[in-house]
């Protein structure tokens, strides 16, 4: 990391961002930034994880401190509903994901409701029609309606 870090000061690079998934992602990524001055971050943002207390919370401090210091922040797996669990894939994603355009907007809108700067689509460009379009539409959910959806978050299954 010091490496990378080092590249950044040297102008190889302009700007240094960390990823991490599964449950423990916003601890590690708080983790990274109490050691490093990091420009941007990407994790999991999804309605089932939203529902665990616990994550929430953790990726509520670690969005606000990326708030406080201006951070670039993705949301990834916005369309995560379930793991594939044995059966076939049917998409070329490491989860199922939600695909009717209904599930696809709903899901989209409540990560786009937290305080993030952007979501990368799903994995399988099959998907990326219904994805550009819920993002065309797209309104920012208020906390009723990310209620309603949170409420819904036993109907699937934590990907990790």
Not at 11 to 23: A, E, F, N, Q
Not at 30 to 41: G, P, Q, T, V
């Amino acid at each position: 990391m010091e490496a990378i870090v080092q590249a950044r000061e040297e102008g190889l690079t302009r700007y240094v961002g960390i990823t991490s998934h599964g449950l423990q992602a916003p601890a590690v990524i708080m983790a990274a930034l109490e050691r490093f001055d990091l420009d941007s971050i990407l994790f999991p943002v999804n309605v089932k994880l939203w529902a665990d207390q616990e994550y929430r919370q953790a990726a509520s401090e670690l969005l606000e401190t990326a708030a406080g210091r201006d951070l670039g922040v993705m949301a990834i797996k916005a369309l995560a509903q379930r793991p594939w669990d044995g059966h076939a894939p049917r998409y070329n994603t490491w989860y199922e994901p939600f695909d009717q355009p209904d599930a696809v907007e709903r899901a989209l809108r409540f990560t786009l409701s937290q305080p993030v700067t952007a979501a990368i689509s799903a994995g399988d460009s099959r998907l990326l029609p219904a994805i550009l379009s819920a993002a065309e539409r797209f309104k920012p959910m208020d906390e009723a309606e990310q209620a309603g959806v949170l409420a819904t978050a036993e109907q699937y299954e934590l990907i990790f």
